[in-house]
């Protein structure tokens, strides 16, 4: 399973070029097998980004997500031991939807997809694929 990090949804929907060919592949055999990925804050995130206009997309949030989960994209919903789990991670940074996308991951045995580097040098994640390569 692949857990795309926020920025990494955000990518693939515009085929955005920072997507590297590696990580794109995987994505892509991900996909139709079911097994790709997203953490609900995520699309906390993406709202938020809309309303303080970083973010600008073609079609209303609400349809654009249920377009991805019916082309057969995992929600991972936020659960009260992922919360937990995020909370207590060692030495990690501070940002919370960062904390639970990584615990996410953590939870559900899941490589996660990002190009964040404070994520990237966390060594306790194992399973870790860089998006721009």
Known sequence: ??????????????????????????????????????????????????????????????VWRSDLLQAGLVEFPLQGTTALRAGQLQMFHGDPADRIIVATAIENGATLVTADEKILSWVPLQQKIDARL
């Open 1 to 62: 399973m692949l857990l795309l990090d926020t920025h990494v949804l955000v990518w693939l929907d515009e085929g955005s070029h920072r997507l590297g060919a590696n990580a794109l592949q995987a994505i892509i055999e991900s996909l139709p097998a079911g097994q790709l990925g997203v953490a609900t804050i995520s699309f906390l995130e993406i709202a938020m980004l809309i309303e303080k206009n970083r973010l600008t997309m073609q079609t209303a949030l609400d």
